[in-house]
């Protein structure tokens, strides 16, 4: 299986002002570990993140590298590892559908993967994510981590219904798993 996943909010602490750098770039307490159980399950993962900081000119393509590079030291040392990483550096005011709440990233990440969309979960933490997943096919799965506990408090689920509601991405991955309790 193919999971996708968000970046901010999901694996890693979101900021209101984005991830500029790598020192502000923190793991959220278990997502390394979620994805390494994804990958010793053999499934298949893939990132899927909206990053307009870069189409405003807040930081760089080689700044994103270097915030890239301490996520996957950080997973590396969980022995977890990412299959294929798509970001979005569209600006808000000149989006293309690969800006969530395209479904431009995810269609790419199933065409490249060879996936099916009713198959290949959705894990995010806005509604924009979901937004994506629901024109793409592709389940969908919220976490109350980074925006999740704010979106599903918002009612703005009921419009992407159905939506499966986890604390956090270790939770997320285990029922994917089909951990019993
Ligand atoms: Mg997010």
Not at 145 to 169: C, M, R, W, Y
Request: charged share 25%; net charge negative; glycine share 8%.
């Amino acid at each position: 299986m193919l999971v996708l996943l968000d970046r901010d909010g999901v694996i890693n602490h979101d900021r209101p002002d984005s991830i500029k750098n790598p020192d502000e770039f923190v793991m959220i307490d278990g997502s390394a570990k979620a994805i390494a159980r994804l990958n010793a399950a053999r499934h298949q993962v893939a990132i899927i993140t909206n990053q307009s900081i870069i189409g405003r000119g807040t930081i760089d393509r080689a700044m994103l590298d270097r915030i890239h590079e301490k996520m996957t030291a950080a997973l590396s040392r969980e022995k977890a590892s990412i299959d294929r990483l798509y970001f979005c550096p569209d600006a808000p005011w000149e989006a293309t559908d690969r800006r969530k709440p395209g479904p431009g990233m995810l269609r790419e990440a199933l065409s490249d993967f060879s996936a099916s969309a009713s198959q290949t979960p959705f894990i995010g933490d806005n509604i924009t994510d979901m937004q994506a997943a629901l024109k793409a096919g592709c389940p969908r799965i919220l976490v109350r981590t980074g925006k999740g506990a704010d979106i599903q408090a918002s009612g703005k689920l009921a419009d992407v219904l159905p939506v499966k509601i986890h604390e956090n991405l270790s939770d997320a991955v285990a029922d994917l798993l089909g951990d019993v309790g």
